[in-house]
């Protein structure tokens, strides 16, 4: 009898933790969101602006030392439903923001902080140097599929990509591949930029996108219409392939998080932007 | 006052042993509710033969990770189990003392070494190997270098439990054969084998259980490209040079980007692997249990 009291008890408090679980972390983003002005920042979202994020923010807790900015990781998709669902103050995004989440969040306010550019990479063994954008969609739909139907060797072409959801897969394909085309589904998926950039480097004829922040030797750079994925390029308008970062609040920002935004990007902040290696605003 | 303590332990015990069951029941409930949209937006038949994922077009098919899943699993199984039952038969029969002591602690090391450490291996090691085999199509990222990486995984596990139901085969059993003229080899494989079996079909199960649900190993070395694994060549074998993606690789590589409908199909694929693994657990039970009696019928 006493033993079936004490396990019904234990049975209810599991379920009641596991019930009450989405409360308080409504309660917190309430109470964050009244309180912006004690200044605590919370920013969530894609992965590629995470690090540009982070030392943005410490920038400004420099200046404000009052501030406090916690910026974590979870991909763009998270960073739009963060800052739509108020669990976050900031949502970031690595791309553009989908008409489906305008219509889920309508309140949600986009702000672009800095640009960054997407290379077509490959490995180095790959003698190809320069494709056009409709090669390119050709290739990483899985239409091509050998280096000699694009001027190479006779060579497979194996296409490596990230997985679905990614912020860079998604500006890639929205970039690249447009509405009809979709990724090859034989490319190999890694779910980082750094096992991309392994996978292209290590696999005979691979062929990669990678945010410009994460090219290295490892891999060699293919233009695209002619053009070298380099910043300058981007900047210009004769590079292609890239994509705005964004920080997503939902409803016009006050406040805290008003003065971090403009610092942002105001010169100060987009001088961090492009020490960063990320290209400014305009 | 002996009598309190003892009814106290005993329902401190009872509360650890039932927590389990919590823990389970609790696990599969929230798996289960998370996954409800899934299984009403697509419907689960749908779901289950569909073969394209493509969660951006609304296309949630698992077919071809259930069929990535069982490939990596029954290849596993195929190279694992042998070397296991070798290693477990040659322990428990055949070595001599000191030749044990350095084989057991180093099969045991290999259970104790992270997954990640076996995916990195596979990944710089194995997965170049594999690109030797001069196949169109094959990039060493495939099933082949997963079963392997799964082999070596799987084996201190088969090999101990195998090893101790082995050693727990009555010592009169092989006098007595030996006694009967029977040579060494024909004891171990005619009357410890055979008397050891329940213990050794569960060690197998016990490892299926543990291919099935390896994560991070696979992801690393298997490709996670959504496609029926098929045959590269004419030759059937040459599907293991196809790359896949297994169930748990499908949920921990989307799993941070997902929203809405595409994260509750990904519980769903955890409710999939979860009946997987109920269905490998309990058809091992009925095995078990045919064994026995088949053995008691002798």
């Known amino acids: 009898m006493k033993t079936a009291a004490i396990l019904s008890t234990l049975l209810l408090m599991l379920a009641a933790a596991c019930g009450e679980q989405p409360e308080p972390v409504a309660e917190d983003a309430g109470a964050d969101s009244t309180a912006a002005l004690s200044g605590e920042i919370s920013v969530v979202g894609s992965t590629t602006v995470q690090p540009l994020a982070e030392v943005l923010g410490e920038a400004f807790e420099a200046l404000n030392p009052d501030v406090t900015i916690i910026v974590s990781g979870g991909g763009s998709s998270v960073g739009v439903k963060s800052a739509g669902d108020g669990s976050a103050q900031i949502g970031m995004a690595s791309r553009h923001i989908k008409s489906s989440e305008f219509e889920e969040f309508p309140g949600i306010v986009v702000h672009t902080i800095a640009n960054d550019g997407i290379a077509i990479v490959a490995e180095p063994g790959v003698t190809v140097d320069a494709l056009t954008m409709d090669q390119c969609r050709d290739i990483f739909s899985g239409a091509v599929t050998n280096w000699n139907q694009v001027g190479g060797p006779d060579m497979p072409i194996i296409v490596v990509s990230r997985e679905e959801g990614s912020g860079t897969r998604g500006a890639f394909e929205e970039l690249v591949l447009g509405e009809e085309a979709l990724m090859a589904e034989s490319a190999i998926l890694q779910p980082s930029n750094g096992a991309v950039r392994t996978t292209c480097s290590t696999t005979p004829g691979a062929v990669a996108y990678l945010s410009f922040g994460y090219l290295d030797p490892s891999v060699k750079t293919i233009s695209v219409d002619g053009a070298e994925p380099t910043p300058e390029n981007v900047a210009n308008g004769s590079y292609p392939v890239s994509r705005p970062l964004n920080m997503i609040t939902n409803g016009e920002p006050e406040g805290v998080i008003a003065a971090w935004l403009s610092f942002i990007t105001s010169e100060d902040g987009q001088a961090i932007v492009v020490a960063e290696g990320y290209l400014p605003i305009n | ?298």
Not at chain 2, 42 to 47: H, T
Not at chain 2, 120 to 125: A, E, I, P
Not at chain 2, 192 to 204: E, Q, T, Y
Request: proline fraction near 4%; include cysteine.
């Open chain 2, 1 to 298: 006052m002996k009598n309190r303590v003892e009814n106290t332990m005993k329902t401190v015990l009872m509360i650890s042993a039932l927590s389990s069951v919590a823990i389970v029941f609790l696990i599969g409930f929230f798996t289960l509710k998370e996954s409800i949209p899934a299984f009403q937006g697509i419907g689960p038949l749908n779901m289950l033969t569909e073969k394209v994922w493509r969660p951006g077009q609304e296309a949630y098919g698992i077919l071809a990770m259930i069929a990535g899943s069982g490939l990596v699993t029954l290849g596993s199984v195929l190279i694992g189990v042998p070397l296991a039952l070798g290693c477990a038969v040659f322990l428990a029969e055949v070595a001599p003392r000191w030749m044990a002591g350095i084989v057991r602690p180093s099969v045991e090391l290999l259970a104790g070494i992270p997954s990640v450490v076996y995916g990195l291996f596979g990944m710089v090691v194995l997965v170049p190997l594999v690109r030797g085999i001069e196949v169109a199509g094959n990039t060493g990222f495939g099933l082949l270098s997963a079963s392997v990486v799964l082999a070596v995984m799987i084996l201190p596990t088969i090999a101990s439990v195998a090893e101790s139901s082995l050693r727990s085969v009555p010592r009169s059993y092989y006098n007595g054969s030996l006694a009967l003229g029977a040579t060494r080899w024909e004891t171990i494989w005619r009357v410890n084998i055979p008397a050891a079996r329940s213990g050794i079909l569960s060690a197998v199960v016990l490892g299926l259980g543990r291919a099935l649900g390896e994560t991070i190993a696979m992801i690393m070395v298997i490709g996670n490209s959504v496609i029926m694994p098929k045959a590269l060549t004419g030759n059937p074998l040459s599907v293991f040079l196809s790359r896949a993606r297994t169930l748990t690789g499908n949920i921990a590589v989307e799993i941070s980007y997902a929203t809405g409908v595409h994260e509750s199909a990904l519980f769903a694929t955890g409710v999939v692997l979860f009946i997987l693994i109920m269905i490998v657990n309990t058809s091992a039970r009925g095995l078990l249990k045919a064994s026995l009696e088949g053995g008691r019928r002798r």
